[in-house]
């Protein structure tokens, strides 16, 4: 007997049970990863802290810290970045599984497994991978929170510059400030125009890479 390729495939009640304990799963482990992400988050803004703290806790203090925690705050990101990766992995199957599965039955009552949907969902667990790249995931970090947290660390230390231990005079007194040993202000100023500039660069062009693949996407909240 021939089978019509257009009749409609339903669920049983235990099929319809473990998709939504797998629910539950890949909403757990999404919410598991996103509280790792608050935590790098948060390890930057104490370190960030506490570099203004002692880089203002007198006017002859050094702004150093400022420039020292930069390096962690970089570190923080690459960390988030990855951890976020994973982070996108869970939240792409938990909304695949809301687009296709729950709000069908909300709205209509009904599945379409026709459409092929769940096909997507098991090949992503037979062979899970990154939904994103790691220098996508890095940009999206930097736009959502290290963006300010750069913003603050930058005017934390260019005001330190001008204002500590007196009053800015001259453009060779910031210079001279600005340097650290044997490395001249206009050097250190140079890479750190550099750091700001590439953190920038990552964050707009992996921004409008999103925005492109969101425009070729079928499905706006699909998976990825």
Avoid at 19 to 43: C, M
Wanted: hydrophobic letters at 45%; glycine letters at 8%; a positive charge.
């Amino acid at each position: 007997m021939d089978i019509d390729p257009t009749a409609r495939t339903r669920l049983d009640s235990a099929e319809m049970g473990v998709i939504a304990h797998l629910y539950r799963g890949e909403i757990y482990r999404s919410t598991l990863w996103r509280t790792r992400l608050d935590t790098t988050t948060n390890w930057s803004v104490v370190t960030l802290g506490v570099a203004l703290s002692i880089a203002y806790s007198s006017p002859q203090a050094s702004p150093l810290p400022l420039v020292l925690v930069g390096i962690l705050i970089f570190f923080f990101l690459m960390l988030e970045a990855r951890r976020y990766r994973y982070f996108n992995v869970w939240r792409a199957r938990c909304r695949w599984m809301e687009l296709h599965f729950l709000a069908p039955m909300l709205t209509e009552g009904d599945l379409h497994l026709e459409e092929g949907w769940q096909n997507r969902l098991a090949e992503d667990y037979r062979h899970p991978t990154y939904h994103v790249s790691f220098w996508t995931a890095v940009g999206r970090r930097i736009r959502r929170n290290y963006f300010w947290i750069l913003l603050i660390q930058t005017i934390a230390y260019l005001g330190k510059l001008m204002v500590h231990p007196v009053p800015l005079e001259s453009v060779g007194q910031f210079l001279e400030r600005a340097s650290i040993g044997p490395l001249p202000g206009w050097m250190v100023l140079g890479v750190g125009a550099l750091y700001c500039a590439a953190l920038g660069a990552i964050a707009l062009i992996s921004g409008r890479a999103d925005a492109q693949r969101a425009k070729m996407r079928q499905d706006p909240l699909g998976m990825g």
